[in-house]
C-alpha cells in the first residue's frame, strides 16, 4: 500500500515537473502574482464575494479567490517561471495575498509546491491549513489535509519552517 503511495506521488511530482516549462508564459511575473496555468476535470473559481469566475488562459488570481477541483481534477498554479503549485483531486484552496506576501490556504486534499529558486527579497509564500503554518523558500514538496485536526507534510528538497496551529 505504502509503495502504490510512493509512485503515485511520483507520477503527481512528474506531471508537476514537466509543466514548469509550459509555465514560462508567466516570466514577467513575480512570486506575489499567480495565475492560473492549466486546469483537468472540474475545476471551480470563486471570487472573494464567492461568485463564479469564468475561466481564461493564465488568469490572474487574486485576494480572496478560491478554488475546488473535483473527483479526477487538477489545477496548476504558476506563481512565475520557476514556481508552481499543483492543486489535486478534491482539494479546496483560498489565495490570501498581502502586498509581497502569499499564502494558500488548503482546507481539503491535496497540494504539491515546486519553488526551484528563493525567493526575492521581501517576498514571502505559505501554505496554511488548519493545524500549521509552511513557509515555502526553494523547496518542493507536499501538504496533505487529513482532517480538520491532521496535516501530513512530505518534504522532497530544501528545508521549510512549520509552525503550528492553536
Same mark, same amino acid.
Given at each position: ?27 514577467? %511575473? ?16 470563486? %471570487? ?36 508552481? $503549485? ?8 483560498? $489565495? ?17 509546491? %515546486? ?29 496533505? $489535509?487529513?482532517?480538520?485536526? $491532521? ?14 496551529? %492553536?
Amino acid at each position: 500500500m505504502r509503495m502504490k503511495k510512493f509512485l503515485t506521488f511520483l507520477l503527481t511530482l512528474a506531471m508537476v515537473v514537466s509543466m514548469l516549462p509550459a509555465a514560462a508564459f508567466a516570466a514577467n %511575473n513575480t512570486a506575489t502574482t499567480m495565475r492560473l496555468a492549466k486546469t483537468q476535470g472540474t475545476v471551480a473559481v470563486t %471570487n472573494a464575494t464567492g461568485k463564479q469566475v469564468k475561466q481564461t488562459g493564465n488568469m490572474k488570481l487574486y485576494n480572496g479567490y478560491k478554488m475546488k477541483t473535483g473527483a479526477k481534477s487538477y489545477a496548476w498554479i504558476s506563481l512565475d517561471d520557476t514556481k508552481v $503549485v499543483k492543486l489535486d483531486a478534491n482539494s479546496s484552496v483560498e $489565495v490570501q495575498k498581502q502586498g509581497k506576501s502569499l499564502t494558500l490556504y488548503l482546507s481539503s486534499g491535496n497540494i504539491f509546491f %515546486n519553488v526551484k529558486e528563493k525567493l526575492s527579497g521581501g517576498e514571502s509564500f505559505h501554505i496554511k491549513t488548519s493545524t500549521m503554518t509552511t513557509g515555502i523558500r526553494g523547496t518542493s514538496g507536499c501538504v496533505r $489535509v487529513i482532517n480538520p485536526r $491532521v496535516t501530513e507534510i512530505h518534504l522532497l528538497t530544501g528545508q521549510i519552517e512549520v509552525y503550528t496551529e %492553536n
